[in-house]
């Protein structure tokens, strides 16, 4: 996998440079030709265990793992176990499990870094950001005057998220 966003060349399973594929999605109306099937998603390759992740944490509704390409330094994806599209398809229990390790893993997080704040983030569609097709909530750490850059990601430093992963674990 390459070190940058565009590196879906290299993982059939990745949404990422969808906008430079041909790729046509035959179950919705996106434009992007973002693939959205449950054996193109690589959420759930990571829920199946096919796919690698840093864990923070996994019961039988939900999965934490760190975010491989960061929007800062501790980014964090809490994610349904089961596949739903988005918020219209999420299932309540789904949602519920979300929203409670969610605010578990925040104050993990303070405990850990320390931000100025955190931000709670969830996209539902392309036209606001989902590149991702499978339910799942950010938690990013903010510090004062930080801007976000969403459009040059680059992939996160193994031993930096592995250690993030360790020590979020270890406040759950
Ligand atoms: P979305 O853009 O759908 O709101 O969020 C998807 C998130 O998943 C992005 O922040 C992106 O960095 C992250 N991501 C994409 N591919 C992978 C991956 O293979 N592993 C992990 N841990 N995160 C990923
Ligand atoms: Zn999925």
Redesign the pocket.
Known sequence: ?ADR?E?SST?K????GAANRVDVCVLCVYPSAVMHRVEDC??C??VAGS????KVYEDDLVVC???????ADG?T?VVTKEHFENVFEVSESALTGVAALSRRVATAIKKELNPDGLAV???NGSA???????Y?M?LIPRREGEGFN?TS?VRGDAAT?ESHARKLRALL
């Open positions: 996998m966003m590196f993982s399973r990745s949404n990422y690589i959420f390759g990571i796919e690698n992740c840093f793992f760190m975010d491989l390409f960061p929007l980014h994806l983030y969830q996209a606001a950001g989902q590149t991702v097709f499978h799942h950010h969403f990601r998220l």
